[in-house]
């Protein structure tokens, strides 16, 4: 372990530090932080293991998020998601391999970018656009956030606009968000250890080396976040979510 960590970079400390605060922001309701990550791990520790870290410091959070969030989820729309995300993250583990990641980044970031553009001028309107929490709505959309989540960790904005569009307040949009993706990211584990192979012993330890810091950010931004009025809020929401469309087009 110690043999490990002495061996890390300077630049490879930075992207474990940066990462931790930037996933603890996003796990606290300040969506979009954790994109700015993904590019600095990747570089600092190639895609499939930096993919690995980010993923044990995700469920990290993940926890520590729902501590603050639990009260206000809404189980129908997670009733109605979360089979399909189960059926989404098994697809993506199959084919994840073989599937073009920048044919899935361009399909994806299109369809986030068209979607953000239509609710926000619908938004400044004054009547967002509002989808049926119905099984024939929520299941498709669940598939396609647990793939996207485990092809391209863009589950995230794909979500995020579905439980916007569902006509969520804050504390609905947090609380259901937080367990999904706490639910979710637990789920993957197990997959990410014996199906692709790139979560190991050296993978924990770096995960435990992020824990402090990353906690740490999640409950600094559980401050900051239920400081924010519920319509800006909702304007943050869409532009984290018109970032990360616009993040999967570049790469």
Request: charged content about 10%.
């Amino acid at each position: 372990m110690f043999a490990q960590l002495a061996s890390l970079t300077a630049g490879q400390w930075v992207a474990l530090a940066l990462n931790a605060v930037l996933v603890g922001l996003t796990k606290a309701g300040l969506e979009g932080a954790s994109i700015l990550a993904i590019p600095i791990m990747a570089q600092a520790f190639g895609a499939r293991s930096s993919s690995a870290i980010m993923l044990g410091i995700m469920i990290v959070t993940d926890w520590a998020a729902l501590w603050n969030y639990h009260a206000q989820v809404d189980y129908k729309i997670l009733v109605r998601t979360l089979p399909a995300a189960i059926a989404g993250i098994a697809l993506g583990t199959l084919i994840g391999k073989d599937l073009s990641e920048a044919t899935f980044k361009l399909v994806i970031g299109i369809i986030i970018l068209v979607s953000t553009a239509i609710m926000f001028v619908q938004e400044l309107k004054g009547g967002g656009v509002r989808l049926p929490k119905r099984w024939y709505v929520a299941a498709p959309l669940g598939l396609l956030t647990g793939f996207s989540s485990t092809i391209g960790n863009a589950g995230g904005p794909v979500f995020g606009l579905y439980l916007l569009s569902c006509g969520l307040l804050k504390g609905g949009l947090l609380g259901t968000t937080t367990l999904f993706f706490a639910t979710t990211n637990a789920i993957r584990l197990p997959l990410t250890i014996f199906v692709w192979r790139s979560f190991t012993i050296e993978t924990l330890t770096l995960v435990m080396v992020q824990a402090p810091l990353a906690l740490a950010a999640v409950f600094f931004g559980v401050r900051l976040v239920r400081r924010i009025p519920e319509k800006p809020y909702r304007y943050f929401r869409l532009a984290a979510a018109a970032a990360g469309g616009a993040y999967l087009l570049l790469q």
